[in-house]
């Protein structure tokens, strides 16, 4: 650590850290060393998830809960060894409410197609509403347009305020007692902001509303115990987490899974079947029609065991002082506009801004140049910088892996940047 980083207090042994992680010891372009911060898109796989991955392939690889012999049952306590990990990650109440997706994507459209299928008192229908913000990314603005356009539902939604924040002032507006569903994200994925939960959740419960919570850029980097967020669903993704692609999950109580209806129809979701009807398994199998993502969630299951054994407080912590230090020296960059909050306090790893005229997709290319990688463009959240009179945004997220230097890296690349740009 240099003399310019000896204020940092509540770091993790990047050093050691980043040896877990192959892609981090990469080099681009004539030899640079990658400086990757775009953990929000994606995170970095440490070598205990690839060999997870590896091992069940190479020793264990069979469909589950159908066969009797050794693989099949080997493959099928991997898989359902994940469930209980994921239970204990999240505090969840029973592993049978954890349900196995593709990514929270799928997730969130599961809760959306499950209450526009559902009996009363759960129906989304033309006579109630649906409440969300606009900060959203789009996998929570398009599931609930589409329910609205298919029920005739009234949507609506949490304006922005200039400071990169939910605007409450009119709650009692936008969650009345038609209200059916709220559904918001925890923490921003453009403007990295922490939201008020249970202040939303309040009001909520006030009209008999329930509540989903996209948990996609909070999972992997705070302490996330969905029996004191006090939701009816959580959505979150693995590949955020150091899991593998092609893994999500949805919590949700498990009385509301009881009683509304599946989404996909298919193997193992069934109790029985005839030609006139079937009758459907308890949860999680419910909601899990066909082969599930047994090698991912193996990966996702791994990937726990990882993040746990250096404790996400830790983590948490890790984050805040690298977000902090990156706050500051961001703004010393002439021009640079933050988009969100520009402070460390009460937001995440994400921090999304402009650099004066410059297009992000140019200072992104320039960026790379240097062995840079962020994330340029509207991020899946295009309602925000319509919000801020943006076209996009260059955003740089951190990880447990992330170091000050990194941070000093992205500085200087932006000053090259500026100069490129005259």
């Known amino acids: 650590m240099t003399s310019a980083h000896q204020g940092l207090t509540g770091l993790l042994d990047t050093e050691a850290i980043r040896k877990d992680f192959p892609l981090l010891d990469r080099t681009v372009h004539d030899g640079k060393k990658i400086v990757y911060l775009d953990s929000a898109a994606t995170s970095q796989k440490p070598r205990q998830v690839l060999d997870a991955l590896n091992a069940y392939y190479e020793r264990h690889n069979a469909n589950v809960h159908r066969g009797v012999y050794t693989v099949a049952e080997e493959a099928t306590a991997l898989y359902e060894g994940a469930r209980d990990k994921v239970a204990a990650f999240i505090n969840a109440p029973s592993r049978d409410e954890v349900i196995f997706t593709k990514n929270a994507s ?32 789009h996998s929570n603005i398009v599931p609930w347009q589409l329910l609205a356009q298919r029920t005739g539902a009234k949507l609506k939604w949490f304006g922005l305020t200039d400071d990169g924040r939910l605007d409450l002032s009119n709650i009692e507006e936008v969650i009345t007692e038609k209200t059916k569903i709220v559904s918001f994200t925890l923490v921003s994925n453009l403007l ?62 498990q009385e509301l899974l009881e009683d509304l209806p599946p989404f996909l129809g298919g193997g193992e979701m069934i109790e029985t079947v005839s030609m006139h009807s079937s009758t459907y398994a308890p949860a999680p199998h419910k909601f899990e029609a066909g082969t599930p993502p047994i090698a991912q969630a193996v990966g996702l299951g791994a990937a726990v065991d990882y993040l746990s054994a250096i404790g996400m407080e ?13 706050v500051r020296r961001l703004q010393e960059v002439p021009d640079l506009r933050i988009i969100g909050p520009t402070t460390a306090e009460d937001r995440g790893a994400a921090i999304s801004f402009t650099l004066g005229d410059i297009h992000p997709h140019d200072v992104g290319q320039v960026l790379d140049e240097e062995g840079i990688a962020v994330r340029v463009g509207h991020h899946c959240a295009r309602p925000v910088c319509l919000r801020y009179g943006i076209p996009a945004t260059t955003r740089a997220s951190f990880y447990l892996y992330s170091t000050p230097a990194e941070v000093d890296a992205l500085v200087a690349g932006l000053e090259h940047v500026r100069n490129f740009f005259g």
């Not at 799928?106 to 969300?132: C, F, K, Q």
């Not at 830790?314 to 990156?326: F, L």
């Open 314 to 326: 830790n983590i948490a912590r890790h984050e805040h002082a690298i977000t902090e230090y990156a």
């Open 192 to 253: 990295g902001t922490f939201n008020p939960v249970e202040t939303i959740i309040r009001r909520a419960q006030e009209v008999g509303a329930l509540v989903c919570i996209d948990a996609s850029q909070a999972a992997p980097h705070m302490v996330l115990d969905v029996q004191a967020l006090q939701a009816d669903f959580v959505a979150f993704t693995g590949h955020k987490m150091c899991g593998p692609t092609g893994i999500g999950v949805l919590w949700g109580r």
């Open 106 to 137: 799928e997730s969130l459209n599961l809760v959306a197609n499950m209450l526009g299928w559902a009996d009363e008192p759960y129906r989304v229908d033309h006579e109630t509403e649906i409440a969300i913000t606009e900060m959203e990314h």
